[in-house]
């Protein structure tokens, strides 16, 4: 089964700008369990405090999933999580020659002997312990063999390979996870970020790899351009793997709001699965296919994701378009009608960068039928 742990909640509150409060986090956390993410990534006890007041309020819903903590590969960080009482953590480490050099100044022994310390301290405290290594996508593979050998001798559970500068594409993705999946060493975790809009589809080409699981965020939050989204992987598992998960749209809706307001950030109308004129069809000949069959220029209906079909008046709309507005007012239209006020409709438009209404093109066809 392939699963999705989100990190809203940590990668995607790190983006810039962004601050969720205490009730805020509470309810994406609610909402993104309900909607059906599989695990949830909730926070960093090493922040303070407050963080930890935070994830302890995050544990006390009693969600039926797994919650984890993001934790940098030390005793300390560690601890923190486990006075949250928190049984699973990412144990962050670099594995890139360039992070190593700036974090351990390139001392692969001493990462090494520091990783297997806090491994065997989290498994003796009986936790599921996922490797986070640290720009994978500029490591070289054979390191990352011998740290996912050592790792899974010591007992962890979980390798997440982090494209952390966002600069794998799908192809390479899928060459790197195969090459890693086939050791049969440790699941392996995406987390790909998307600095060249590729974050979605290489978390895909993972899964394609042999991946286990994924890391995302609502509407792609993040550091710089974003994470992988929740809500376009999610869609992809449902639609085009067969997972077994049953989306609720009025849910989604609601937790794509909650985001979005908490973090300040617009939803592009054009934004995939979610944005208000994805199922707007203003094309002649996709709007003539459309009214043949939902099913001629739409993957999946917008029923499934809460949102509306809807048939703009624009520049591009054809004979069809005004076909179907006019009969929504009970009217029957004449053919010649129609094709006498289209030009007018598309000069229209095109002056005023602005589609028509329903009752500007009904005034329109009555005047043209007058003349």
Same mark, same amino acid.
């Given at each position: 089964?392939?699963?999705?742990?989100?990190?809203?909640?940590?990668?995607?509150?790190?983006? !810039?700008?962004? *601050?969720?409060?205490?009730?805020?986090?509470?309810?994406? *956390?609610?909402?993104?369990?309900?909607?059906?993410?599989?695990?949830?990534?909730?926070?960093?006890?090493? =922040?303070?405090?407050?963080?930890?007041?935070?994830?302890?309020?995050?544990? @006390?819903?009693?969600?039926?999933?797994?919650?984890?903590?993001?934790?940098?590969?030390?005793?300390?960080?560690? &601890?923190?999580?486990?006075? #949250?009482?928190?049984? $699973?953590?990412?144990?962050?480490? !670099?594995?890139?020659?360039?992070?190593?050099? /700036?974090?351990?100044?390139?001392?692969?022994?001493?990462?090494?002997?520091?990783?297997? &310390?806090?491994?065997?301290? *989290?498994?003796?405290?009986?936790?599921?312990?996922?490797?986070?290594?640290?720009?994978?996508?500029? *490591?070289?593979?054979?390191?990352?063999?011998?740290? =996912?050998?050592?790792?899974?001798?010591?007992?962890?559970?979980?390798?997440?390979? #982090?494209?952390?500068?966002?600069?794998?594409?799908?192809h390479k993705t899928y060459e790197n996870i195969? &090459?890693?999946?086939?050791? @049969?060493?440790?699941?392996?975790?995406?987390?790909? %970020?998307?600095?060249?809009? =590729? $974050?979605?589809?290489?978390?895909?080409?993972?899964?394609?790899?042999? $991946?286990?699981?994924?890391?995302?965020?609502?509407? +792609?939050?993040?550091?710089?351009?974003g994470n992988a989204s929740f809500e376009q992987?999610?869609?992809?598992?449902?639609?085009?793997?067969?997972?077994?998960?049953?989306?609720?749209?009025?849910?989604?809706?609601?937790?794509?709001?909650?985001?979005?307001?908490?973090?300040?950030?617009?939803?592009?109308?054009?934004?995939?699965?979610?944005?208000?004129?994805?199922?707007?069809? &203003?094309?002649?000949?996709?709007? @003539?296919? =459309?009214?043949?069959?939902?099913?001629?220029?739409?993957?999946?209906?917008?029923?499934?994701?809460?949102?509306?079909?809807?048939? !703009?008046?624009?520049?591009?709309? +054809?004979?069809?378009?005004?076909?179907? %507005?006019?009969?929504? /007012? +009970?009217?029957?239209?004449?053919?010649?009608?129609?094709?006498?006020?289209?030009?007018?409709?598309?000069?229209?438009?095109?002056?005023?960068?602005?589609?028509?209404?329903?009752?500007?093109?009904?005034?329109?066809?009555? #005047?043209?039928?007058?003349?």
């Open positions: 089964m392939l699963l999705i742990n989100d990190t809203t909640l940590r990668d995607g509150e790190q983006a !810039p700008y962004v *601050a969720f409060n205490t009730q805020e986090k509470l309810d994406i *956390a609610q909402k993104l369990y309900e909607v059906g993410a599989d695990e949830l990534e909730v926070g960093i006890p090493a =922040m303070g405090q407050k963080e930890q007041d935070d994830l302890k309020e995050i544990l @006390n819903l009693n969600l039926p999933i797994r919650i984890m903590s993001w934790n940098r590969a030390t005793l300390k960080d560690l &601890e923190d999580s486990l006075n #949250c009482g928190l049984k $699973a953590v990412d144990l962050s480490i !670099p594995v890139s020659d360039i992070l190593i050099d /700036v974090k351990f100044k390139g001392d692969k022994q001493r990462l090494l002997k520091q990783l297997e &310390e806090v491994i065997l301290e *989290a498994k003796k405290e009986g936790l599921f312990v996922c490797i986070g290594g640290e720009d994978s996508s500029r *490591a070289n593979l054979g390191f990352l063999k011998e740290l =996912m050998t050592l790792g899974k001798s010591l007992g962890a559970d979980r390798f997440r390979y #982090c494209d952390t500068v966002g600069i794998l594409t799908p195969s &090459e890693l999946s086939s050791l @049969n060493l440790l699941d392996i975790e995406m987390h790909t %970020h998307n600095d060249f809009g =590729m $974050a979605t589809a290489n978390a895909i080409a993972g899964f394609e790899a042999g $991946a286990y699981s994924c890391n995302t965020t609502v509407i +792609g939050l993040g550091e710089r351009a992987v999610l869609m992809s598992l449902v639609r085009l793997f067969n997972k077994d998960a049953k989306i609720s749209s009025k849910r989604l809706k609601s937790l794509i709001s909650t985001v979005s307001k908490a973090s300040n950030r617009r939803i592009d109308t054009n934004l995939p699965i979610v944005g208000e004129y994805i199922f707007s069809h &203003e094309s002649g000949i996709h709007v @003539n296919g =459309m009214m043949k069959s939902k099913l001629a220029y739409e993957p999946f209906t917008p029923k499934e994701v809460g949102l509306k079909r809807c048939f !703009p008046i624009g520049k591009h709309s +054809g004979t069809s378009t005004l076909l179907y %507005h006019l009969r929504s /007012v +009970g009217i029957e239209p004449k053919k010649e009608v129609l094709e006498a006020i289209l030009p007018i409709v598309r000069e229209i438009v095109t002056k005023r960068k602005r589609v028509l209404d329903t009752q500007e093109l009904k005034e329109l066809y009555l #005047c043209s039928s007058v003349i």
